[in-house]
């Protein structure tokens, strides 16, 4: 069993950057598949990124590729979310998940959540 808490969301402005945090609990924890989704009003989740226990990292487009970075540290039961050069199109709850096995993007196929942490972007 898996308990994930999200912290380190806020309301920021464009260009801002924020870094979100993703505490697990439980032995499991080092060894799942860590992702990051986000929902916005009225849309469906969507995937942003995930990490392998040993750091094999997948991004969902090329834009958070490059302005997103997503990290782990095991020792720590945590992982991360470092977001860079926010747009308000960025505004979203930020959800942490984990799952046993390699890395999937489809929501449904992840085990555990968080509650998720609010990201709000003024422009």
């Known amino acids: 069993q898996v308990h994930l808490v999200e912290s380190g969301g806020g309301l920021v402005q464009a260009g801002d950057s924020l870094k979100l945090s993703c505490q697990g609990s439980?032995?499991?924890?080092?060894?799942?598949?860590v992702a990051w989704f986000r929902q916005a009003p009225g849309k469906e989740r969507e995937f942003v990124a995930a990490?392998?226990?040993?750091?094999?990292?997948?991004y969902n487009t090329d834009s958070m590729k490059g302005r997103f970075t997503i990290s782990r540290d095991n020792a720590k039961n945590a992982a991360y979310l470092q977001m860079d050069n926010l747009n308000p199109e960025d505004t979203a709850i930020y959800l942490c998940?984990?799952?046993?096995?390699?890395?999937?993007?489809?929501?449904?196929?992840?085990?555990?959540w968080g509650q998720g942490t609010q990201v709000t972007v003024s422009s």
């Open positions: 439980g032995r499991a924890f080092p060894t799942y598949t």
């Open positions: 990490i392998t226990w040993n750091d094999e990292r997948t």
């Open positions: 998940a984990a799952r046993a096995g390699r890395i999937l993007t489809t929501a449904s196929l992840y085990n555990y």
